[in-house]
């Protein structure tokens, strides 16, 4: 069957950095997903990951190990506002993304 | 542009009730898609569509209907709620289903609760 795994909840320091793991089993692979979900909004698109090795945006980075089945969200220089899930989606060999069910990161001042 | 919008942000049914998810999109994608969200889990696909006139059946399709009779409107079908359909409802689009343009844009969600 096809499964995300990504632990449920983090906790973290303003200022300080964090690292949100992923594994993935799909049915083929055609790229990985990150999403941010403030409560009570919809997902926002973080990052896109196809190929092996790290992609920076600003403060956030992303990782991808494709024969590992194993991607990170690096979160540098944590912000109040960073508080929020985080969602991790593979895309399989349908073009279908399939969902974690999320990190919720809790950041403490 | 509005985006992907959504309507009703918040509804409650009686068991039994049907009811219709509206979902416009002003981007012009082919793609669309409904998504179920339920509390501390993730996205479910309910049904997607590849463009006007084509829908299938995602993840868990039991218990609604969808249609796509033009490329903006992608309105889900809820027939003979359930307390089990209780839920968060996300509308998305994406421009299409290859990976490089599939980063997907959501609507801002209908809270649906069934008593």
């Known amino acids: 069957g096809q499964n995300i795994d990504q632990p449920t909840e983090m906790t973290a320091t303003e200022g300080a950095i964090v690292q949100i793991n992923c594994t993935y089993q799909?049915?083929?692979?055609?790229?990985l997903f990150w999403y941010q979900q403030h409560a009570g909004e919809a997902p926002t698109f973080l990052s896109y990951?196809?190929l092996d090795g790290l992609e920076e945006k600003g403060r956030f980075s992303s990782f991808l190990s494709r024969s590992k089945g194993y991607s990170y969200l690096l979160l540098k220089e944590l912000q109040m506002k960073d508080s929020a899930s985080y969602l991790c989606a593979a895309l399989d060999s349908n073009y279908q993304l399939i969902w974690g069910a999320g990190t919720k990161l809790i950041i403490k001042p | 542009n509005a985006g992907v919008t959504q309507t009703p942000k918040f509804r409650i049914l009686k068991i039994g009730q049907s009811m219709t998810l509206q979902c416009t999109q002003d981007m012009n994608h082919n793609y669309m898609y409904w998504y179920r969200q339920d509390p501390g889990m993730g996205l479910k696909l309910i049904y997607y569509s590849v463009g006007a006139g084509i829908t299938d059946k995602g993840e868990v399709p039991n218990g609604y209907n969808v249609s796509r009779s033009t490329t903006e409107d992608f309105p889900l079908r809820l027939e003979l709620a359930a307390p089990s359909q209780t839920s968060v409802y996300f509308c998305?689009?994406?421009?299409?289903?290859?990976?490089?343009?599939?980063?997907?844009?959501f609507g801002p969600g209908t809270r649906l609760t069934v008593l």
């Open positions: 990951n196809v």
């Open positions: 799909t049915s083929g692979f055609n790229g």
């Open positions: 998305a689009s994406s421009p299409g289903g290859l990976a490089d343009y599939n980063e997907q844009f």
